[in-house]
Nanobody, 115 residues
Framework: QVHLVESGGGLVQPGGSLRLSCAAS????????MGWYRQAPGKQRELVAEITRSGRLNYADSVKGRFTISRDAAKNLVYLQMNSLKPEDTAVYYCNWSRGVTQSWGQGTQVTVSS
């Protein structure tokens, strides 16, 4: 199995920045995608950003220009740099590993954007 551990969440003021990290381990092989999702209470989990093994990026429209996903492939690390944070960014952020229909999720890290 693939194991994912997120870190870096916390409380930040609007306009501030955070960097989330995801460490992956286990059966990481083949063609897969890693990304970040978020879920607020009562809302559906949504894709924030993802990156393929070849380096192709995909962002939700709501975070384009503010968030940046990056990776250190040799260390199996994926990052999400979040700038210009808004209250609507408040959610639990989950790291995701995907290979076809197979999914692995981290435990999530809380991001709260509030004054």
């Amino acid at each position: 199995q693939v194991h994912l551990v997120e870190s870096g969440g916390g409380l930040v003021q609007p306009g501030g920045s955070l960097r989330l990290s995801c460490a992956a381990s286990g059966s990481i092989f083949g063609i897969y995608v890693m990304g970040w999702y978020r879920q607020a209470p009562g809302k559906q989990r949504e894709l924030v950003a993802e990156i393929t093994r070849s380096g192709r990026l995909n962002y939700a429209d709501s975070v384009k220009g503010r968030f940046t996903i990056s990776r250190d492939a040799a260390k199996n690390l994926v990052y999400l740099q979040m700038n210009s944070l808004k209250p609507e960014d408040t959610a639990v952020y989950y790291c995701n590993w995907s290979r076809g229909v197979t999914q692995s999720w981290g435990q999530g890290t809380q991001v709260t954007v509030s004054s």
